[in-house]
């Protein structure tokens, strides 16, 4: 929002009133106009030109193996903001590991479904369900 401020006083707004109506402090804007690139802002830039380095000299390389090569060449970071970073420039690696399938594919029915899965008793003795288990033995 700061630079609308700045736009604002090129026309002639006055700088006091912009913020008023924006709802920021003067000192905030003016501390703004001084740094407007900050700090962790600028690291993290070097950060990122360092990854595309490091993922163009070998793309099968993933934000692990990238974190490793920061390290190596000096760069403190961890390894989580490597990941956000590589994640955001979209720094992904060309080998891809498939994703496992969570639980098995179920197979085909092993008796037949006389109850047809609607275990609602009308009678007493209508319906009696049991569930059986098996405990392999080593």
């Not at 070097?46 to 990854?51: E, M, S, W």
């Amino acid at each position: 929002m700061y630079p609308l401020v700045l736009d604002l006083a090129a026309t002639g707004v006055p700088v006091a009133v912009t913020c008023r109506e924006l709802g920021f402090t003067k000192q905030g804007f003016y501390k703004w106009c001084a740094h407007p690139v900050s700090a962790r802002d600028w690291d993290e830039a070097h950060l990122i030109n360092a990854a595309y380095d490091v993922h163009t000299d070998d793309p099968e390389f993933g934000h692990r193996f990238i974190a490793d090569e920061l390290h190596a060449a000096g760069l403190q970071t961890s390894e989580r903001r490597v990941w956000r970073l590589c994640s955001q420039q979209q720094l992904f690696s060309h080998t891809i590991k498939r994703a496992r399938k969570h639980g098995k594919k179920p197979g085909p029915p092993v008796c037949d479904d006389l109850v047809e899965r609607d275990f609602t008793a009308k009678a007493i003795n209508e319906l009696w369900l049991t569930d059986v288990v098996r405990h392999e033995a080593l």
